[in-house]
T-cell receptor, first 113, second 112 residues
Framework: EAQVTQNPRYLITVTGKKLTVTCSQN?????MSWYRQDPGLGLRQIYY???????DKGDVPEGYKVSRKEKRNFPLILESPSPNQTSLYFC????????????FGQGTRLTVV | GESVGLHLPTLSVQEGDNSIINCAYS??????FIWYKQESGKGPQFIID?????DKRQGQRVTVLLNKTVKHLSLQIAATQPGDSAVYFC???????????FGAGTRLFVKA
């Protein structure tokens, strides 16, 4: 089954404790991206990657890091999480290098206390 | 399920009626537009797309209209069904095709 898998689905952590949210896709897609979703603000793009070892900032990259060492994986790293990073996070992938017809994961609910 | 938008504009329609959801986009250089549907507790799901060289595109029960003059996008759903109840987002992609900007979303509520 074609899918984008995020882990974990739910995470509660404390301020300053490094964490990684994993994202994996099994569709051989070139483009992957991370979004955060907050009430009233819609989805905002954090980082995106057009291909292996090629990443760039979206609209809200501060406080986040990503890597794309393999085509299928695109982890989101929070080196020192803060409460304002409490949010619902989505990973997505698209076939080409443009972000067209994106397939989204199920989301990761992160709470930073 | 997950709360995706506590203060979203809401459109309430009767089952069987047509729905029109509107979106104003921000960048006149955007050349590709997409509508996504998000059900409670799930990630957004692709519905339909349109390129900037088109004014209209039809899918199964859905039609997207693009008015570049006023930077307006709309999604029309024919014969709306209870399963169409969800939050709908428009998205614009810049000419380079890498950055994506989503609208705030509209909640569609279908009354049986």
């Amino acid at each position: 089954e074609a899918q984008v898998t995020q882990n974990p689905r739910y995470l509660i952590t404390v301020t300053g404790k490094k964490l990684t949210v994993t994202c994996s896709q099994n569709m051989n897609h070139e483009y992957m991206s991370w979004y955060r979703q907050d009430p009233g603000l819609g989805l905002r793009q954090i980082y995106y990657s057009m291909n292996v070892e090629v990443t760039d900032k979206g609209d809200v990259p501060e406080g986040y890091k990503v890597s794309r060492k393999e085509k299928r994986n695109f982890p989101l790293i929070l080196e020192s999480p803060s409460p304002n990073q409490t949010s619902l996070y989505f990973c997505a992938s698209s076939l080409g290098q443009r972000n067209t017809e994106a397939f989204f994961g199920q989301g990761t609910r992160l709470t930073v206390v | 399920g997950e709360s995706v938008g506590l203060h979203l504009p809401t459109l309430s329609v009767q089952e069987g009626d047509n729905s029109i959801i509107n979106c104003a986009y921000s960048n006149s250089a955007s050349d590709y537009f997409i509508w996504y549907k998000q059900e409670s507790g799930k990630g957004p799901q692709f519905i339909i797309d349109i390129r900037s060289n088109m004014d209209k595109r039809q899918g199964q029960r859905v039609t997207v209209l693009l008015n570049k003059t006023v930077k307006h996008l709309s999604l029309q759903i024919a014969a709306t069904q209870p399963g169409d109840s969800a939050v709908y987002f428009c998205a614009e992609i810049d000419t380079g095709g890498f950055k994506t900007i989503f609208g705030a979303g509209t909640r569609l509520f279908v009354k049986a």
